[in-house]
């Protein structure tokens, strides 16, 4: 197989699985939900590079965003969950020789975890403060920092839970020799 084609292949299985595991799988929060796509997105970006993690993260968790009832964070979530794989996979791509496996996996997927939840803090607390303003829900605009801030937590833990499950996957899948023939 082309590296194209396959590409576009592992691309599509990874939006699927990040879809099913983020749709299936969630805890509702005060905005959003906790759930565990993001080791998919995690795993992908060190088994076949940042831009599959990229492309699950993006299409994958905004499909189950707008499945789920939250489309208003759909374009959040392209832009957060991809730069997450991205981010992700070009930390582990750029420390994979310089440092030890377990310290790259280590370094690449906290960072990306905290990324995540940072992003989905600025959202949150931007999105939900014009949303209640211009729609007269909430007159008090430290309303979606309040919410953003009560989430923070809980987006934290889902990124370093991710983290943790992703590292505990990825030392035996890496070193896999089918797996390592399927790297792109």
């Keep these: 197989m082309k590296n194209g084609v396959r590409f576009w292949v ?3 299985v990874i939006v ?19 759930n565990i796509g993001d080791v ?3 795993l992908s970006s060190i088994l076949f590079g940042k831009s599959i993690g990229f492309m699950g993260g993006s299409f994958g968790s905004a499909l189950a965003d707008i ?6 964070y759909a374009p959040f979530t392209f832009v957060i969950k991809g730069l ?3 981010i992700c996979g ?3 791509e750029k420390l994979e020789g310089k440092q030890k496996k377990w310290a790259s996996f280590i370094i690449s997927t906290m960072l990306s975890g905290i990324f995540m939840a940072m992003g989905y ?4 607390a931007c999105v939900l403060k014009y949303l209640s303003s211009a729609l007269n829900i909430n007159r008090n605009l430290q309303f979606g920092l309040k919410v953003a801030l009560a989430n923070l937590p809980f987006n934290l833990l889902q990124g370093i839970l991710s983290a943790i499950i992703s590292i505990i996957l990825a030392v035996p899948l890496y070193n896999n020799k089918f797996i390592g023939k399927m790297r792109i």
Aim: charged share 5%; hydrophobic share 60%.
């Design 10 to 12: 592992f691309s599509g």
């Design 16 to 34: 699927a699985l990040v879809f099913v595991l983020t749709f299936t799988i969630k805890i509702p929060l005060m905005a959003g939900y906790f």
């Design 40 to 42: 998919v997105i995690i």
């Design 67 to 72: 499945a789920s009832g939250y489309t208003i």
């Design 84 to 86: 997450e794989g991205f």
């Design 90 to 92: 070009l930390i582990f």
């Design 121 to 124: 803090f600025l959202s949150e």
